[in-house]
């Protein structure tokens, strides 16, 4: 056997074992996929209905006095809060944050990068960052502590405004990275809406402005753990994807380097042949 058909041997082999890897790895995305996509609906529900709550509560005609329906004129810049994943191989899912980001930040603004690939990406950049968060678990008790610091900083103003950047999960092929703001919070006045016509049967006591003041710490946990779980649905599917494509790729060499080792060992096989019959005239 030729050292080049040798060579193009060894190259099929370890690619066969790279694509039984990526195959494993694609099995485990789908798998975390779905755990995912089920936890993310099972909140949904929940944080839809808490969405309509809050704004039933502070869209009526009393006025609920709040820092946290102003903007902090006086803080310096903005709050970004940029969730990214720990772990690689999920094809461009951290990139398309990255780009989106970075063509919104200021130099006075203050980072909250959750995921060690955003912490390495933005570990050499000028902005202020805050490192407390990196490795925040995708859980709603761990959650209420970046929830908590946001709060107490808004309030005391540190920061102008607060924004949460995540990719929301579209379908199987799809994503997009989506930025929110999440304090200052936003009137909407409807006429329609009154004390008395909040929700049928609705009773809020003692007044509507106590009851904000103990709904928002669970309304700004409950948002920030959203913006999670949808992040991790998408990191799961890009990383299921991108293991997709990786297999398929080293399905396609190991085709090509076939096809080229027999095409090598026909001719050698030929060149045998001839040098057989050449020896015995």
Not at 47 to 52: A, G, H, N
Not at 59 to 65: G, P, R, V, Y
Not at 89 to 104: D, Q, R, W
Not at 237 to 246: I, L, V
Request: aromatic fraction near 8%; glycine fraction near 4%.
């Amino acid at each position: 056997m030729s050292v080049a058909m040798q060579v193009t041997k060894r190259r099929i082999t370890s690619i066969k074992a790279t694509s039984k890897i990526t195959k494993a790895m694609k099995l485990v995305a789908i798998t975390k996929l779905k755990v995912w996509q089920r936890r993310y609906e099972e909140n949904k529900h929940f944080s839809d209905d808490f969405i309509e709550l809050m704004q039933n509560t502070v869209n009526t005609d009393e006025e609920i006095t709040s820092p946290y329906f102003e903007e902090q004129v006086e803080a310096e810049g903005d709050l970004h809060v940029i969730i990214t994943s720990s772990l690689g191989l999920c094809g461009s899912f951290n990139n398309a944050i990255y780009a989106k980001v970075e063509s919104l930040l200021q130099p006075t603004d203050t980072l909250i990068i959750v995921g060690r690939r955003g912490h390495r990406h933005f570990q050499d950049t000028s902005y202020a960052k805050i490192e407390n968060f990196i490795d925040l678990g995708i859980d709603f008790d761990e959650t209420r502590f970046l929830a908590s610091f946001i709060r107490h900083a808004y309030a005391e103003k540190k920061y102008r405004r607060v924004f949460v950047h995540y990719t929301e999960y579209l379908n199987s092929l799809a994503s997009r990275v989506n930025s929110e703001q999440l304090l200052p919070l936003k009137r909407k006045k409807d006429a329609n809406l009154t004390s008395e016509n909040l929700h049928p049967g609705a009773i809020v006591e003692p007044t509507r402005e106590e009851f904000f003041i103990s709904l928002l710490p669970i309304y700004i946990n409950s948002r920030l753990y959203s913006f999670l779980l949808a992040s991790q649905v998408s990191e799961q599917s890009a990383r299921r994807n991108a293991m997709e494509q990786a297999t398929k790729n080293a399905d396609d060499l190991i085709d090509r380097l076939m096809i080229e080792y027999n095409t090598a060992r026909q001719a050698a096989i030929t060149q045998e042949i001839t040098e057989v019959i050449a020896g015995g005239k």
